[in-house]
């Protein structure tokens, strides 16, 4: 570069200076030059014959200090940074550049995208610092290990409710399932499952955190009952991937499960932006996107698993999965054949044949009460008949009067024998008095 006659010169461009002044000066050959500077012979003859010609600034680059001829225009840059900040303001330039091409059919390079934004204060570098984790080779098969785990954020930001992602993907290709819910808990869980399950299949094994929805804590159990053998209590989620044959595996930590906590971090920057741009406001709207934007997203970025063989499960023809999938509690029928369940009360109208029936509340909302697997009719009770009052008549007391064999008779008669041998006598004397009429 020159400016006002100086030549400015990086320290690679002095050193091949001095060597080449020595060979200019033939005080060294070209073969030797080309050899400390690691040049062919051919690339140092025209080195000096520029030197010759030019002087030093001979070895400089006839383009440096000059714009590129591939530069954009100062109007075409205002105007991608004007889209930007009416439209795509907080979005990374990777997104920024995508939306720009796919919608306002603008075409610009995202490092160059990033350096405008960068110079201009709209976006910063991140550099993201961690600590070291043993890095775990991807499974071999489609559906061999599916990682889950809910996520709580404002998806919506602002514009309607607050929202939990309930996130699948598989270990294995990347491929994702969601689904957006009120709250996270044991319906919101089955609920995504049987959805996930209805789409794939069963998986192999889930990989959750020890949320209380799908673990139990640890230290439910007293040492007493632990040494009894006592198993420990499982959740309903976990009683029902059980029966359905999905081993449940536990993270210790997020990072032991990051490929599903990197998802949900990219779709908090990605995803909402999205949601954004759509003007989605309900729980409704977002999943209706959900299921438009989780298949291009998929054919994108899941990758190629080791192994083509697909080991998602079929659901056995003999199990009901909105039976499994169910919140289940048992009830004990009374003699009227009613049950209590939630403090309300149920009529059951078919004719079962033990003494304790299965209440399921099932993902669809509904309430099924059942025995031995088949389902009961049943109506429910709005409240209790009440019970005629039945007025009682008075009648009056009999005395009861005891026996002459009654002990207390017997004690009676034989205190009073000697009042009795005196009434005796008395009235045996009056009988023989000679003046009595």
Known sequence: MEDEGMILMKQKDLKRLKVLEQAVEKKIV????????????????????????????????????????????????????????????????????????????????????????????????????????????????FGEMVQADGSHHDWLEARGPKLVMMGYSDDATGNVFARFYDYEGIMPAMDSFYR??????????????RHTTYQVPEGTLRVEEELE??????????????????????????????????????????LIKEMRLEGIKTKEEANRFLERYLPKYNRRFSVKAKNEVN??????????????????????????????????????????????????????GKLYITDEGKELEYRKVESRPKQEEVKKISKPRKLWKPPMSHPYKQRNFEACAPIRARKESLA?????DPYKP
């Not at 996930?196 to 955190?209: E, I, Q, R």
């Not at 048992?330 to 009529?347: E, G, L, P, W």
């Not at 045996?428 to 023989?432: E, F, P, V």
């Open 196 to 209: 996930y399950v209805k789409c794939y299949g069963l998986p192999l094994s889930l990989y959750m955190d």
């Open 311 to 364: 080991v998602h499960g079929a659901v056995s023809k003999s199990i009901r999965l909105e039976q499994v999938l169910s919140i289940q509690t048992k009830r004990a029928v009374r003699n009227d054949h009613t049950i209590r369940h939630a403090n309300q009360f149920y009529q059951i109208l078919d004719k079962q044949r033990s003494k304790e029936v299965v209440v399921q509340e099932r993902v669809d």
């Open 229 to 270: 053998g006592k198993e420990k209590p499982v959740t309903e989620f976990g009683r029902a991937l059980e029966e359905l044959g999905v081993k449940l595996i536990a993270a210790y930590s997020p990072q032991a499960k990051g490929r599903i906590e990197r998802l949900l971090g990219t779709f908090q920057d990605r």
């Open 428 to 432: 045996l004397a009056a009988s023989s």
């Open 30 to 141: 070209q073969r030797k030059a080309a050899e400390w500077l690691g040049l062919s012979e051919r690339q140092v003859r025209r080195l000096v014959q520029r030197m010759r010609a030019e002087g030093a600034k001979g070895l400089l680059h006839g383009l440096r200090g000059k714009a590129s001829n591939r530069r954009c225009e100062k109007s075409f840059k205002e105007k991608v940074l004007g889209k930007y900040q009416q439209r795509y303001e907080g979005f990374g330039p990777t997104l920024a550049c995508e939306k720009l091409s796919e919608k306002e059919k603008i075409e610009v390079s995202r490092e160059t995208l990033r350096k405008w934004l960068i110079a201009e204060g709209l976006w910063k570098k991140r550099r993201h610092i961690s600590e070291h984790h043993k890095w775990r080779e991807r499974k071999e098969c």
